[in-house]
């Protein structure tokens, strides 16, 4: 194979790991304005609640605010990057009757399913969707600016034949 062929092979490759930046803004994107109908939903008494260790993807691990719901097989938590929990755990108490809203997940191995979406106690929300879209818009930005950056970067690696330096 020649260089212009390597090279252009090369440049092609390096622009195409920008779909996937722009991949994750379209998850950002379908995670707005959601529709709490299309997802699970259970009402039933909170047995408990606190803040827990949220074990995840390659051995990460949160602390998450989480409850658990009488009769609910899994215990449903929530993530915020602040780790400020002190308002739920004032708000949300044990033996209350809420209804939850939550995203199922097929992960057996997670002791905290973290994509609780809404609890409402009546016709109040204690939890709104809202924290959950904005959590998820946080995908929009990374995948826009991620994806423009690696277009970029592409560009000038195919025309200058580096990323950093302008020299032909």
């Known amino acids: ?17 920008s779909i996937l930046y722009f991949f994750l803004g379209y998850i950002g994107y379908g995670k707005q304005n ?3 109908t299309k997802y699970a939903q259970y ?10 260790i949220h ?24 993530y915020r990057m602040s780790k400020e929990y002190d308002d739920l755990l004032k708000k949300i108490k044990i033996g209350e009757r809420v209804k939850v809203y939550y995203q199922k997940s097929n992960n057996k191995t997670e002791n905290i399913n973290i994509d609780l979406i809404q609890v409402e106690k009546d016709d109040q929300i204690l939890i709104s969707k809202n924290e959950y879209e904005r959590k998820e818009s946080f995908l929009i930005y990374i995948g826009l600016i991620g994806g423009l950056g ?14 950093f330096n302008s020299r032909k």
């Open 55 to 78: 074990y995840g993807s390659k051995g990460r691990k949160s602390n998450v605010f989480y409850l658990s719901l009488n009769g609910l097989d899994e215990n449903l938590g929530v």
């Open 150 to 163: 690696t277009l970029f970067m592409a560009y000038r690696f195919y025309k200058y034949r580096t990323i």
């Open 34 to 36: 959601l529709d709490l």
């Open 1 to 17: 194979m020649n260089k212009k062929t390597k090279h252009l092979l090369n440049s092609i490759l390096f622009a195409s790991t």
């Open 43 to 52: 009402e039933n008494v909170i047995t408990d609640k606190g803040i827990g």
